[in-house]
Antibody, heavy 118, light 106 residues
Framework: EVQLVESGGGLIQPGGSLRLSCAASGFIFSTYSMNWVRQAPGKGLEWVSYISSSSSVIYYADSVKGRFTISRDNAKNSLYLQMHSLRDEDTALYYC???????????WGQGTLVTVSS | SFEVTQPPSVSVSPGQTASIPCSGDKLRHKYVCWYKQKPGQSPVLVIYQNDKRPSGIPERFSGFNSGTTATLTISETQTMDEAEYYCQAWDSSSVVFGGGTKLTVL
């Protein structure tokens, strides 16, 4: 069974840093591209970042470019999102997703909540 | 920048067909997919590559991309289909989601 389990969220002050993790299981992690997608409270979905299976290709949404860094450790079946210079508008539930055909996401984690507030 | 637009809400009577549009001027050469999200739950993929259904998704769900508008169609709509639906497309180096459509079955 495919599982994606996010962790690392919490309450952080504006300007602070946080590192999210996503533990993957039930599939060959090293063969799939992965993404982070977030959802602000009561709002819609927003794509954050993409990383290819070998980490050779990485993309970011303009809203996080220069502040967030996506990475992965295929030996540990883990995906990460390092977040710096956090802003109020980064408050959201952050989902880890597995990339499938045509850049669709066939599996989602349960999300980890990041709250940026003073 | 590339954008896709969805109506905020769609209503349908049980047993009828619901159609949820997703419009964008660059959809002709893009794959569109659709997600269903119920309150408090993670999104679920219901259509990918414009018109393909993942395993486990009922045949009542179908998709079509005309080039300027992608449409999610739910036939014989049931109360369990009531949810928020999001379209999504990939454009060069970024992913775009529609704002979501709340489907009400009443």
């Amino acid at each position: 069974e495919v599982q994606l389990v996010e962790s690392g969220g919490g309450l952080i002050q504006p300007g602070g840093s946080l590192r999210l993790s996503c533990a993957a299981s039930g599939f060959i992690f090293s063969t799939y591209s992965m993404n982070w997608v977030r959802q602000a409270p009561g709002k819609g979905l927003e794509w954050v970042s993409y990383i290819s299976s070998s980490s050779s290709v990485i993309y970011y949404a303009d809203s996080v470019k220069g502040r967030f860094t996506i990475s992965r450790d295929n030996a540990k079946n883990s995906l990460y999102l390092q977040m710096h210079s956090l802003r109020d508008e980064d408050t959201a539930l952050y989902y880890c997703t597995r990339d499938s055909s045509g850049f669709s996401y066939d599996y989602w984690g349960q999300g980890t909540l990041v709250t940026v507030s003073s | 920048s590339f954008e896709v637009t969805q109506p905020p809400s769609v209503s349908v009577s049980p047993g009828q067909t619901a159609s949820i549009p997703c419009s964008g001027d660059k959809l002709r050469h893009k794959y569109v997919c659709w997600y269903k999200q119920k309150p408090g739950q993670s999104p679920v993929l219901v259509i990918y590559q414009n018109d393909k259904r993942p395993s486990g998704i009922p045949e009542r769900f179908s998709g079509f991309n005309s080039g300027t508008t992608a449409t999610l169609t739910i036939s014989e709509t049931q109360t369990m289909d009531e949810a928020e639906y999001y379209c999504q497309a990939w454009d060069s180096s970024s992913v775009v989601f529609g704002g979501g459509t709340k489907l009400t079955v009443l």
